[in-house]
């Protein structure tokens, strides 16, 4: 299996900036090929949730951490295309960014934005360093959908709050430093969305606990947590109080936007598009044609939030729709890779197997994390006026 290239039609569509394109992505996938040859990084087996600290530092290292981050924080003050890029061919090469993923795409922005000077001071510089994992701690048990619902509460003491409650579904919470929980500050009041507040909450103390849930692969990626009586400085609430539902929907739009919505079974359109020019299968090539089709207009739409997003533009309703249309796509192609692909998915097999294994294992959370399929449709739906 070689390693996954993005299709030069990504090159044929201008992407209107400055940057030299092909010269950064030479450079990504010159450092890929290092992380393969030193270990860090085994193609097929891996996707942008799976935690490995080596990797996230020798991004880090590399300036691919903390990209449009300025750099009192520690951050490169480059372009968001730029940042776009190197995400896109980490992503292809199915590089395990889990150790960094959530804190470079949504915390930073979200801290940046809305955190205390304090918080900025000391969380920044070290995600940028790529130390630093945080959760994203939003759904709970009888809460998903519905965040609104929300349970976990808050006590205010000296200093800061007491945070208790539970969370579940919390992506690498085991090693994260912190996690972002969304809590009721205050009782609801006559709004089901008053009283909420985003609180960054330090889990490295006694009074949070971590449970691990298996998932379909067999992996831990995903946690219960449990906050009882956790505390949180002052300086951690994000915003001010009452907030919560604005930045939690904010953070979203990051969380739905990106290049990690259309890209996660990239691998396997590639080695089909490399069966199909081989083969002369034009039933393969009609195929990947038509889904290498899909895959470029919805980056369109993706880089098209990005840019809009870095301005601190509104974006309406288009990451739900990116975030639809793009988890379809990524469900659709190991559907079509075990119809066209003579292969048995092993995820111990070679790394083709691999990839297979791990796409279909992981293709049904695809329209479950960040919004259910039916959520988004009904946002569409009221932002089209429809209901
Ligand atoms: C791999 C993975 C990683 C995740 N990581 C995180 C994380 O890091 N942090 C975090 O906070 N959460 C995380 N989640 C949780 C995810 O956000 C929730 O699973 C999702 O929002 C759905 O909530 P739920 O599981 O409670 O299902 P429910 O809300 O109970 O929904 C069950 C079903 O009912 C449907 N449904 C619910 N309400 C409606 C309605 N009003 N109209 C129509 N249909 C409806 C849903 O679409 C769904 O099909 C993760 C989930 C997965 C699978």
């Not at 450079?27 to 085994?42: C, D, H, M, N, P």
């Not at 759904?139 to 006590?155: Q, V």
């Not at 929980?181 to 006694?206: F, K, N």
């Not at 980056?299 to 988890?327: C, E, F, H, P, V």
Request: aromatic letters at 6%; proline letters at 5%; one cysteine or more.
């Amino acid at each position: 299996m070689t390693i996954p290239r993005l299709f030069p039609i990504f090159d044929a569509v201008p992407a209107h900036e400055t940057i030299d394109e092909t010269a950064l992505r030479a450079e990504v996938r010159a450092f890929v090929q290092t992380e393969i040859k030193s270990g860090t990084l085994v193609p097929g087996r891996q996707t942008w949730t799976t935690w490995n600290r080596a990797f996230s530092l020798r991004c880090a290292e590399e300036g691919y951490i903390a990209m449009t981050m300025p750099k009192q924080y520690g951050g490169h003050e480059r372009s968001a295309f730029e940042r776009y890029v190197v995400c896109e061919e980490l992503l292809a090469a199915g590089a395990p960014q889990g150790s960094h993923w959530i804190a470079d795409r949504q915390s930073a922005p979200q801290i940046l934005r809305n955190g205390s000077q304090r918080a900025k001071d000391e969380i920044l510089p070290k995600i940028a360093a790529g130390t630093c994992t945080i959760g994203i701690g939003m759904s709970e048990p009888d809460s998903g959908s519905d965040l609104s619902s929300i349970r976990t509460r808050t006590e205010k003491v000296e200093g800061g709050y007491r945070v208790y409650g539970q969370k579940v579904w919390t992506t690498n919470a085991q090693h994260a430093d912190y996690v972002i929980a969304l809590c009721r500050t205050s009782p609801r009041g006559e709004g089901r969305y008053d009283g909420l507040s985003q609180l960054v909450v330090p889990m490295d103390q006694p009074e949070v606990t971590t449970r691990p849930l298996c998932d379909l692969r067999g992996e831990e990626e995903l946690n219960e947590v449990t906050f009882d009586g956790a505390f949180v400085p002052d300086d951690f609430l994000l915003g001010a109080e009452g907030d919560g539902w604005r930045l939690v929907n904010e953070e979203l739009g990051f969380e739905r936007s990106g290049p990690d919505r259309i890209l996660s079974t990239f691998v396997l359109l590639s080695t089909m598009a490399d069966m199909a020019g081989q083969t002369a299968d034009r039933f393969a090539m009609a195929e990947v044609g038509r889904l290498t089709a899909r895959l470029s207009a919805i980056r369109q739409l993706s880089l098209r939030i990005n840019r809009r997003l870095s301005a601190g533009q509104d974006i309406g309703g288009m990451a739900t729709i990116m975030k639809d249309t793009g988890t379809a796509l990524e469900q659709e192609i190991p559907e079509l890779a075990r119809r066209l692909l003579d292969l048995v998915p092993a995820r111990d097999g070679n790394p083709a197997q691999a990839a297979l294994a791990t796409a279909i294992l992981s293709a049904p959370s695809f329209s479950l994390r960040g919004g259910t399929r039916e959520i988004l449709k009904g946002m569409i739906a009221r932002e089209m006026g429809l209901r």
